[in-house]
């Protein structure tokens, strides 16, 4: 995937985010891991996406502690 598909692909989860309204975002969100992870579908692979995902979040909310 070259930077334009990125763009492009980034650009329509956000936009899809819009459309369902802030309040149903998790759930888009959480579906579309869903259909990734069947469609990824290699176990070590998916585990280190989801360590990379969440490591600068657990940065923020550690230091939003202090």
């Not at 334009?4 to 459309?19: G, N, R």
């Amino acid at each position: 995937m070259n930077a334009e598909d990125l763009d492009t692909v980034y650009t329509a989860l956000c936009q899809a985010m819009t459309t369902v309204g802030e309040a149903q975002a998790p759930i888009l969100l959480a579906r579309f891991a869903l259909l990734a992870i069947v469609e990824i579908a290699d176990a070590d692979r998916l585990r280190q996406l989801i360590a990379a995902a969440a490591e600068d979040l657990v940065e923020m909310t550690d230091r939003s502690e202090s």
